[in-house]
């Protein structure tokens, strides 16, 4: 991977904000308060590069998501795809760009339309997008991506709802990359599935990604699994981006509290290994009345005065390794 | 001889369907020692659920039913009692809680309501003892400002905090035997962490013997004395936490613990388990695991293998039997 | 009819190899097939229905006089070999008329519901897919529908078109929309936010693809079984119009008016109001049961 390919990233994503409003009363009341989901998210990410999104529930992080595919429209901020202005495309524009990037479901079960075949579900993406001319054509790229994911070519006629939880992720995967997307959002690809078949799409997916170049923003919970798979990682928490690092600097080197914690937190399968547990106190707050200050400071251990009081900037600390703390500096040796 | 609160032998659990037999839990045994922690793993499918709810005798439902087996507590056999006789069990000796606190919990209904529900059909109170008693409980489960919370609903409390109240109702009437099934999975992992470390505290300070069904071996390791893991129905190994984690003897318990993403390991590509658990309709001959089995002889895919005796350990794998070395296939 | 055999015979091969695990894919609707053949009462029904259609069709073959053909030398005779249900106070063969009755009370019955069915399904995906004033202003136009007592807005209609079958078509069309298009409103507001509609539309489909081609589907036995078991109601809105005298006009037969004219002989030929209500009896509950039948084979949720 030389510098050059390094230097445009496919994606730039500035100040992303999405604040859904909360009315209190019917009629005549003006939108009082809003649930920042969002609140100001920037992040890039190149090409053929994964950035792992994680976070817990409420952090936002499938918010995000879906706003920087404009699944829901973001209401402010930027997203530059591959150079043009996401944001403010429109009809034909748009049903181009999108056919570069793609989605990948968390529920295996409802991502896919029960009542067309798996065929007819993987080759939408390319009669939306009017890419072939033919029925014959169309046909033969779907059985040649069937292939590719491990999916046997005979099923092309069957129902989703004859598949298991791991074959249906396949699927999913096959529509996501029928178009040779430049960019897939997974939405929480491998949560629903048990452990074994965890690891099979995780493998695909890696594979895939070594063979088509895609990037991927990969959007989990699970730190181990975001461990294996990204190249970055981005943990946010309320809304807010707490930390960013290169894979092996955020868990070798964290500097941010809540990753602490969340390391911290994770049960290894492993009886000898003892650690220092470090268990946050509290509840999540709730994203329409977030903490001032630092979102964070009402659960983290380290929190002083300043901290309830001035929101921390998220800082680069060398190498590409952002922190939002004030008292990140003090982690670095 | 151990001291155990419940013995549990042979337990069959059939569902007769439209499509056909499912042998959900397919001759299952085990013991859970008093004040220990037995854990329960498998994928899902693999019947660890429906065992639980067969204790409780919860599987009265028009396609399912308890063929056989015995499961002994306090010196009787559960099976064996009328449905009367069960409701004075559940919540007073045995207790559950479950996956989901959203739906486990009664939206019309406050927290306090429903805790010292429990209390009222199965301890002669007053009302007055009975929210003394709730409240001293939702203390316990480290719920703060509980008497505001008593007069809450559920929607108001967080999931945490839910789970945290499942556990205060199961708790009220000092059961024997808590059984815990998936009691965090649905939970954020700093709130996952907060809840097992609640559960290991209570189990000291009441000692009450915990089971504890999860498909996270992580967890496992954190809160369990033993283990149990089950693949289709039945038990393939058993041995102690220790044990299992050191050196896990069944091939899948290996490629479980293999297949786990940990933060320690930097291998490019992930092991596998090839394949997928069988369908019902499609159990192989022999070792249900054996299509998936990197060890798998001819025997394996002819004969079911028995769960066998292996020093303070029990593993259902012919690898561990004489019958082994002499099949050369 | 050998090809109905035939389509028979491959059916239940069909069937049998499903039941031996040969075949291993079928759709939902052969899934839902299936189960609905198991319903034997629904299968009965089913029966009845498709003896009516085919007695409907066939009218002209089957009826033994012309229904209209007034005969002044055999008014009001109670059954006899010439006539099995006797005649009217015009000498017209009752049982003539009933049979040519079922086509129109079938044919408006069916017919009706297939336009409520289109009208409510556009209006209903509309308003459940855009939301927000779009749904407000439809929603209040089916209020506004809703709020006529059924029989008496149906009157209020044929008064202002005047009398004719196209009008009454229209007439119970307008009738019985509402249902569908709420039925249908709720439904694709439900579907709306699954992940199947949001892969359609981050691979760039409009609004259309999503509603044509996700939505409708999903709701297509919602829709049969509303067409299924509005069919009973148009058929006894029918009847009552026409009984009321707003609907069909004789000399067209149609039960309704045939009850109708009836009423004034009730005591001396009994026959003549009973048989066209048994008529209407029948097909209703035949329709209803099957309808009710079709929606349990549909139910996803009862799939195993």
């Known amino acids: 991977m030389t510098d050059d390919s390094k230097k445009e990233p496919i994606l730039k994503v500035s100040h992303l904000k999405k604040y859904f409003p909360i009315k209190t009363s019917s009629l005549f009341s003006k939108e009082v308060s809003y649930v920042k989901a969002v609140d100001d998210v920037s992040f890039e990410l190149y090409k053929g590069e994964t950035l792992g999104v994680v976070g817990e529930s409420g952090c936002g992080k499938s918010t995000m998501g879906r706003s920087v595919m404009r699944l829901i429209e973001p209401t402010d901020g930027e997203v530059l795809f591959e150079g043009k202005n996401f944001l403010t495309l429109k009809g034909e524009e748009l049903r181009k760009v999108r056919s570069k990037m793609q989605m990948m479901f968390q529920d295996p079960y409802a991502s896919l339309n029960p009542r067309m075949t798996i065929g007819e579900i993987i080759a939408e993406p390319l009669l939306i997008q009017k890419t072939y001319k033919t029925k014959e054509e169309v046909r033969n790229h779907v059985l040649k991506v069937m292939e590719v994911v491990g999916l046997n070519t005979k099923y092309y006629n069957r129902y989703p709802h004859e598949f298991s939880g791991g074959q249906r992720q396949r699927i999913g995967i096959a529509r996501a990359i029928v178009m040779s997307p430049d960019l897939i959002v997974c939405d929480e690809p491998v949560s629903a599935l048990d452990v074994s078949i965890q690891s099979q799409v995780i493998n695909l997916m890696r594979k895939l990604q070594k063979s088509m170049g895609m990037a991927y923003i990969f959007i989990s919970h699970d730190l181990s699994v975001i461990k294996h798979i990204s190249d970055r990682v981005l943990v946010m928490y309320l809304g807010q981006v707490m930390e960013v690092a290169d894979k092996n600097d955020l868990y070798e080197n964290t500097l941010h509290p809540y990753t602490k914690a969340l390391l911290s937190a994770i049960p290894l399968p492993d009886r000898k290994t003892k650690r220092e547990k470090i268990i946050l106190q509290g509840d999540l707050p709730s994203p329409a009345n977030p903490p001032s200050g630092c979102v964070f400071h009402t659960r983290c251990y380290m929190a002083q005065e300043i901290c309830s009081k001035e929101k921390p900037e998220l800082k680069d600390y060398g190498n590409g390794h952002l922190c939002a703390c004030h008292f990140c500096h003090m982690q670095q040796e | ?329 | 009819m050998s090809k109905i055999f035939e389509y028979f015979k491959r059916r239940k091969e069909f069937d049998q190899k499903l039941e031996n695990n040969e075949i291993e894919y079928s759709s939902f609707y052969a899934d839902s097939f299936r189960r609905l053949r198991k319903n034997k009462m629904a299968m009965f029904c089913l029966f009845i229905i498709l003896f009516l259609i085919i007695i409907a069709i066939f009218a002209p073959l089957i009826a033994p006089y012309d229904p209209t053909a007034q005969d002044y030398a055999a008014v009001m005779q109670k059954p006899s070999k010439a006539h099995i249900l006797g005649t009217d106070e015009y000498g017209r063969d009752i049982l003539s008329r009933i049979i040519y009755g079922s086509r129109i009370s079938l044919s408006i019955g069916i017919g009706a519901q297939i336009i409520a069915s289109i009208v409510g399904v556009a209006l209903g995906s509309i308003a459940g897919y855009y939301g927000g004033k779009v749904d407000m202003v439809i929603s209040r136009i089916m209020e506004i529908f809703q709020s006529f007592p059924d029989l008496i807005f149906a009157m209020a209609i044929m008064t202002f078109l005047g009398k004719g079958i196209i009008n009454l078509f229209i007439a119970l069309g307008l009738l019985t929309w509402v249902r569908t298009a709420r039925m249908i409103r709720g439904q694709v507001m439900q579907l709306r936010e699954t992940e199947y509609v949001e892969a359609s539309r981050v691979s760039g489909a409009n609004t259309f693809w999503i509603i044509t081609k996700d939505l409708i589907p999903n709701c297509l036995s919602t829709i049969i079984v509303m067409i299924t078991l509005g069919i009973p109601n148009a058929i006894m809105y029918e009847a009552s119009l026409s009984f009321l005298g707003i609907g069909i006009q004789p000399p067209t037969p149609s039960w309704g008016n045939m009850i109708s004219s009836a009423q004034t002989f009730i005591t001396y030929l009994p026959l003549y109001s009973i048989m066209p209500g048994l008529a209407i009896m029948i097909t209703v509950i035949a329709f209803n049961i099957f309808g009710d039948g079709l929606r349990d084979a549909l139910d996803p949720k009862l799939k195993t």
């Open chain 2, 1 to 329: 001889m151990a001291d155990n609160i419940i013995e549990v032998k042979d337990l069959k659990t059939y569902f007769h369907t439209d499509a056909g037999l499912v042998k959900a839990v397919n001759g299952v045994s085990f013991n859970v020692e008093r004040g220990k922690t037995l854990g329960i793993v498998g994928e899902s499918g693999c019947g660890k659920s429906i065992t639980s709810l067969s204790i409780m005798r919860l599987i009265e439902s028009a396609t399912g039913r308890i063929e056989g087996g015995t499961i002994t507590f306090e010196g009787e056999d559960l099976l064996q009692k009328s449905e009367e006789e069960m409701r004075q069990i559940r919540g007073k000796k045995i207790a559950m809680i479950f996956q989901e606190p959203m739906t486990s919990l009664n939206p019309v209904f406050t927290i306090g309501q429903q805790i010292t529900e429990a209390l009222l059909i199965h301890e002669k109170m007053t009302k007055e003892q009975a929210k003394e008693r709730a409240i001293e409980m939702l203390k316990m489960v480290r719920i703060p400002m509980p008497e505001k919370r008593y007069d809450e609903y559920p929607h108001q409390l967080s999931g945490g905090m839910r789970q945290r109240v499942m556990i205060a109702m199961a708790l009220s009437c000092k059961p024997a035997l808590l059984i815990c099934d998936e009691p965090t999975t649905a939970l954020d992992v700093t709130i996952q962490a907060q809840i097992l470390e609640l559960i290991n505290d209570l189990k000291e300070k009441t000692g009450t013997s915990v089971m504890m069904i999860t498909h996270d071996l992580g967890v496992i390791a954190e809160v369990a004395d033993d283990v149990m893991v089950m693949y289709a129905g039945k038990v393939v190994e058993k041995a102690s936490c220790d044990e299992i984690f050191e050196q896990p003897l069944h091939p899948y318990t290996n490629g479980l613990l293999d297949c786990i993403p940990k933060l320690d390991d930097d291998r490019e590509e992930l092991s596998t388990i090839e394949g997928m658990v069988p369908s019902f309709d499609s159990m192989p001959e022999g070792c249900a695991f054996s299509p998936r089995c990197p060890f798998a002889k001819d025997i394996c895919r002819n004969k079911m293998p028995e769960l066998t005796q292996h020093g303070t350990r029990f593993v259902r794998c012919f690898k561990y039997t004489d019958e082994w070395k002499e099949d050369q296939a």
